[in-house]
């Protein structure tokens, strides 16, 4: 009976963990597509926010915890500046060491860099 208990409470833990997690999702920003000349490249932040450790800050890094995070792109440009590398790069360094450390640890993670990997993410239509 207790261990009935025990489950019952963990499950309603974790499910009231990704609810918050989702929570924090700005309205309208839970699947981002991103058109790419490689494919459509989907982002799901759902996905990404469930994860132990992972706040708005640790892919929006300017954010400071007040109001909306400003979009990758409101820094990164297409081309490079002075003051922040190239979109393409600053995704693709984010993503890939992200996913890369997870699946060094043994844990869940999503596609990391390597020959031919690119349509795991890139899809064309």
């Known amino acids: 009976m207790a261990r009935r208990i025990l489950i019952a409470v963990l499950a309603t833990m974790i499910v009231g963990m990704f609810a918050l997690a989702a929570a924090q999702i700005p309205e309208g920003k839970e699947v981002l597509k991103f058109e790419t000349k490689m494919g ?9 926010s469930g994860f ?5 800050a640790t892919c929006h890094h300017t954010y400071e915890g007040e109001g909306l995070p400003q979009a990758c792109s409101e820094c990164h440009a297409k081309k490079a500046t002075e003051k922040a590398p190239k979109l393409q790069k600053a995704v693709h360094d984010t993503c890939w060491s992200c996913h890369q450390k ?4 043994g844990e869940k993670h999503g596609p ?3 020959a ?3 349509k795991q993410c890139h899809v064309k239509g």
Request: glycine share 8%; with cysteine.
């Open 40 to 48: 459509t490249v989907t982002f799901e932040h759902a996905k990404h």
């Open 52 to 56: 132990e450790g992972v706040e708005c």
């Open 102 to 105: 997870h699946a060094d640890a």
């Open 112 to 114: 990391v860099k390597g």
């Open 116 to 118: 031919k990997n690119c």
